[in-house]
């Protein structure tokens, strides 16, 4: 089965906090994203990755960077935490068959 | 061109009724079409996915209708149970696969009643 751990469950995180979520993948996939998820608004995109290194922007990548250093991890990182990145977010990871999701970090920002 | 529209956005059954979920989509390259299923708490999961090659996938209780001339994908699920109560949403992409970015619908939050 693959498996998509993500660090947090739950976090929370004051504005401007520099906020660290972390994504690993246990089974070699070249393709690992990263998502949010709110009420109404279905999963946005926010960037993804073909390789270690390599990241490309997603649908809304304001606010946020990633890092890839190993193949396993991919790593979202709030630059400054605000209050509108209030948000469930998801990695996921892929094979040509499918994208396989994490179980997701809840992150409120006060 | 890169939305994929979901309706409805909620849909409350009775237990073995057949509830349907129904995308549209603009963007004639895409050319695979995966639903997933997301109970409250976890990350969506891969439910089923069809590509425009066939009209219809079915895989247990399961079944997406293709129409490529309409542009449009369907989930049904038959003799639907309180068990299948859940947000599932449907999506697109474009050359060939999981691998590349897939275009999300909003999501039908649905409940089987007992």
């Known amino acids: 089965d693959v498996k998509v751990t993500q660090s947090s469950r739950y976090l929370v995180k004051r504005t401007g906090e520099k906020v660290f979520l972390e994504c690993v993948q246990d089974m070699d996939h070249e393709n690992m994203f990263w998502y949010r998820q709110d009420p109404g608004l279905g999963l946005r995109l926010i960037y993804f990755s073909y390789d270690v290194k390599m990241k490309e922007k997603g649908d809304i990548p304001e606010g946020y960077s990633v890092s890839r250093e190993k193949k396993e991890r991919f790593s979202l990182i709030l630059e400054s935490a605000s209050t509108n990145q209030t948000s469930m977010y998801l990695c996921a990871s892929s094979t040509r068959w499918g994208q396989y999701f994490g179980p997701g970090t809840r992150l409120t920002v006060t | 061109q890169q939305q994929v529209k979901q309706s409805p956005q909620s849909l409350i059954v009775q237990k073995g009724g057949i509830p349907i979920i129904n995308c549209a989509y603009e963007?004639?390259?895409?050319?695979?079409f995966p639903w997933y299923q997301q109970f409250p708490g976890k990350g969506p999961a891969l439910l089923i996915a069809?590509?425009?090659?066939?009209s219809e996938k079915k895989e247990g209780r399961f079944t997406i209708s293709f129409n490529k001339s309409a542009k449009q994908f369907s989930l049904h699920i038959m003799d639907s149970q309180p068990g299948d109560s859940a947000t599932y949403f449907c999506a697109a992409s474009r050359r060939g696969g999981g691998s590349e970015k897939l275009v999300f619908g909003k999501g039908t939050k649905l409940t089987v009643n007992p």
């Open positions: 069809i590509r425009p090659d066939v």
């Open positions: 963007n004639t390259a895409f050319d695979y």
